[in-house]
T-cell receptor
Framework: GDSVTQMEGPVTLSEEAFLTINCTYTATGYPSLFWYVQYPGEGLQLLLKATKADDKGSNKGFEATYRKETTSFHLEKGSVQVSDSAVYFC???????????FGKGTRLSVIA | SAVISQKPSRDICQRGTSLTIQCQVDSQVTMMFWYRQQPGQSLTLIATANQGSEATYESGFVIDKFPISRPNLTFSTLTVSNMSPEDSSIYLCSGRGGGADTQYFGPGTRLTVL
């Protein structure tokens, strides 16, 4: 079945550092790929998505590119802020009736 | 996008009791799902809530423990029955529009069972 693998956390960075959170997937066909973010004490928010190969999703300075050849969707941000501290989930979904498949999540802590 | 609300937002319950969580979506969605997130863990799908029929449960989850209703396209409930401390988790409702692949999530219900 489909699966998503994320780099293990926690990740601790200083403010303004560069962020990469690795995500790879195994899936049949051509799923859509997502990054969700969960801030402390809150539910999940969609951060960005990409629906086909070579698409780049971007939002709030974060970006990720759908790489079919490496089955990856790594999340990057050039300069993190303390307010980016959260848990980040990579996920995939096929169109239709199938629900999201999530990675285990990566906790990011940004210190001033 | 869909805006999803849940209530209660949190509760502390005694073992052996039951709690019903309500989920309301502000627009019609085709699919509704219920997830559980245990402390420090990722999301685990409990079931797909089907309008007007029995929910479809994932392996490890049964209707007697987690009865789900979905009387219309915008509302669903999840009951956690005969609770034990192991049921202490965040329960999240999620919705997805017809043909769309993006799922939206409610803020979650934080359940603590003593």
């Amino acid at each position: 079945g489909d699966s998503v693998t994320q780099m293990e956390g926690p990740v601790t960075l200083s403010e303004e550092a560069f962020l990469t959170i690795n995500c790879t997937y195994t899936a049949t066909g051509y799923p859509s790929l997502f990054w969700y973010v969960q801030y402390p004490g809150e539910g999940l928010q969609l951060l960005l998505k990409a629906t086909k190969a070579d698409d780049k999703g971007s939002n709030k300075g974060f970006e990720a590119t759908y790489r079919k050849e490496t089955t990856s969707f790594h999340l990057e941000k050039g300069s993190v802020q303390v307010s980016d501290s959260a848990v980040y989930f990579c996920a995939l979904a096929h169109s239709g009736n199938t629900p999201l498949v999530f990675g285990k999540g990566t906790r990011l802590s940004v210190i001033a | 996008s869909a805006v999803i609300s849940q209530k209660p937002s949190r509760d502390i319950c005694q073992r052996g009791t039951s709690l019903t969580i309500q989920c309301q979506v502000d627009s019609q969605v085709t699919m509704m799902f219920w997830y559980r997130q245990q402390p420090g863990q990722s999301l685990t799908l409990i079931a797909t809530a089907n309008q007007g029929s029995e929910a479809t449960y994932e392996s490890g989850f049964v209707i007697d423990k987690f009865p789900i209703s979905r009387p219309n396209l915008t509302f669903s409930t999840l009951t956690v029955s005969n609770m034990s401390p192991e049921d202490s988790s965040i329960y999240l409702c999620s919705g997805r529009g017809g043909g769309a692949d993006t799922q939206y999530f409610g803020p979650g219900t934080r359940l603590t069972v003593l």
